[in-house]
């Protein structure tokens, strides 16, 4: 029984599961009709900002990497004993992070 739980048999095992559930919930959802006030923007009555909410992606990667490096630096470091020769790898860590918080 347990090699239903293994990863490759149990996403085989779930996509005839999504799709039925998928064509179930298409099925009960109603028929829609165009009109341009559903695609139109909608801000709560004020007038619609042109400007565009996120700035972008460059502050999420330099806090994603950021993170990245200090978890799995930290996890290399932690999972060895503390040497001399572990000390440029710990300086070039500190370098590292202190590059992406400078930008």
């Known amino acids: 029984m347990e090699i239903i739980l293994t990863p490759p048999l149990a996403f085989l095992i779930y996509i005839p599961f ?3 559930l998928l064509l179930f ?3 009960m959802a109603s028929k829609s009709k165009k ?3 559903k695609e139109t923007i909608y801000a709560s009555g004020e007038e619609a900002s042109t400007n565009p ?5 460059r502050p999420f990667f330099l806090i994603a990497f950021f993170f990245a490096i200090l978890h799995l ?6 999972s ?3 040497t001399y020769s572990s000390v440029p790898f710990l300086l070039g860590l500190m370098v590292s992070l202190v590059a992406l918080l400078l930008g």
């Not at 630096?73 to 932690?78: F, K, N, P, R, Y």
């Open 73 to 78: 630096g930290m996890l290399i470091v932690g």
């Open 35 to 37: 009109s341009t006030v």
């Open 80 to 82: 060895g004993t503390f």
């Open 25 to 27: 919930g298409r099925s």
């Open 53 to 57: 909410a996120a700035p972008g992606y």
């Open 18 to 20: 999504v799709i039925v």
